[in-house]
């Protein structure tokens, strides 16, 4: 199994920050990875995927990077409606795998 | 719009049995990628199992022989037939939407909570 490991786990920002969040898969999961907001209460949403392709509809100050094993998820001027918990997923091989999550919160 | 709304969670004792339904909207079952993720108390997201549109079947391991997943092309309905069941299937169960390979996800249910104990 691909083991996906996300940090921080937490994170504290303000409005404005930039925000970095990292995961790392224990195997080369090439460009089948994505992220996911999930809002308390609220269904998960997909932001990105294939690594840095965006969703329609998806702001623009979200983006994606990384390659083979290590990937992040940057969101530039973090808004008000961006204090949420973010995870990644890989779809390369059985069983689909996520990682643990990163609890973005306000500062 | 795409929705997906579950239902037939519950309390259940262990080796009992339970299925759980999702209800869609908006798009076709019967051709689509769809699949079941759990998300235990306090732990991380787990996907469970995934019906590909021409009707081959993928099972997390721990469930292989237990669980089955099928839909209802008619009602448009999928379903997770859980047997069997133990402690730690107790989690809330989402139905999603898988795009095409590679089978991202990109629509998620709100869950029903399965509690699995005696």
């Known amino acids: 199994d691909i083991q996906l490991t996300q940090s921080p786990s937490f994170l504290s920002a303000s409005v404005g920050d930039r925000v970095t969040i990292t995961c790392r898969a224990s195997l080369d999961t090439y460009s089948d990875l994505a992220w996911y907001q999930q809002q308390p209460g609220k269904a998960p949403k997909l932001l990105i995927y294939?690594?840095?392709t965006l969703q329609s509809g998806v702001p623009s100050r979200f983006s994606g990077s990384g390659s083979g094993t290590e990937f992040t998820l940057t969101i530039n001027s973090l808004q008000p409606e961006d204090f949420a918990t973010y995870f990644c997923l890989q779809v390369h091989s059985y069983p689909l795998t996520f990682g643990g999550g990163t609890k973005v919160e306000i500062k | 719009e795409v929705q997906l709304v579950e239902s037939g969670g519950g309390l259940i004792q262990p080796g009992g049995s339970l299925r759980l339904s999702c209800a869609a909207s908006g798009f076709a079952v019967s051709v689509s990628y769809m699949s079941w993720v759990r998300q235990a108390p306090g732990k991380g997201l787990e996907w469970v199992s995934l019906?590909?549109?021409?009707?081959?079947?993928h099972y997390k391991d721990s469930v292989k022989g237990r669980f089955t997943i099928s839909r209802d092309g008619v009602g448009n309905t999928l379903y997770l037939q859980m047997n069997d069941l133990r402690a730690d299937d107790t989690a809330v169960y989402y139905c999603?939407?898988?795009?095409?390979?590679?089978?991202?996800?990109?629509?998620w249910g709100r869950g029903t909570l399965v509690t699995v104990s005696s």
């Open positions: 019906l590909y549109s021409g009707g081959i079947k």
């Open positions: 999603v939407r898988n795009q095409d390979f590679p089978y991202y996800i990109d629509y």
């Open positions: 294939a690594v840095s």
